[in-house]
């Protein structure tokens, strides 16, 4: 069972990779960054200021990224350093699913919006709903089996 911890630390490692994501794009602002991640998950997971400002300090700390002012507005890049960085959790991530990394990448991606949505409309969840959505998750569940089995 994830905890909130570990959920929160399973948030930053993905907006880790996220940013650095969006900054091998093009050089951006915080702004900016946050609405190509908002993009990625199609709305569903926002990142707030308050979450990126600590990845952002920590990617220059660990010289990943670098920052410049332009037109009193600082812009955030990423380094060769964090290209290559980059690219090995990139890699990494491709390798841990194996070969069929193309066909799962995108049910993983799915489920992981659905994690920020639950995480993010958690004070809306009361107990009778909380039921609801679990008993469709395990109909759900049920039926993935059968999908994967036939």
Partial sequence: MISKFNFQRLKKGALKYL?????????????????????K???????STGSIYPILKTLIDDELISVNIENGK??????EK???????MKNKKYKIFGDNASFIMPILQELLQMAF???????KID??????IINHLKDCKEQIRKLIRE
């Fill in 74 to 79: 600082k812009i955030y890049s990423i380094t």
């Fill in 127 to 132: 107990e009778r709903t909380s039921e609801l």
């Fill in 117 to 123: 949505y639950f995480h993010e409309n958690r004070s």
């Fill in 82 to 88: 964090g290209k290559k960085i980059y690219e090995e």
């Fill in 19 to 39: 940013v650095l994501e969006c900054l091998a794009e093009k050089p951006m602002r915080v702004y900016e960054i946050i609405k190509a991640i908002e993009n």
């Fill in 41 to 47: 998950f199609e709305g569903f997971y926002r990142p």
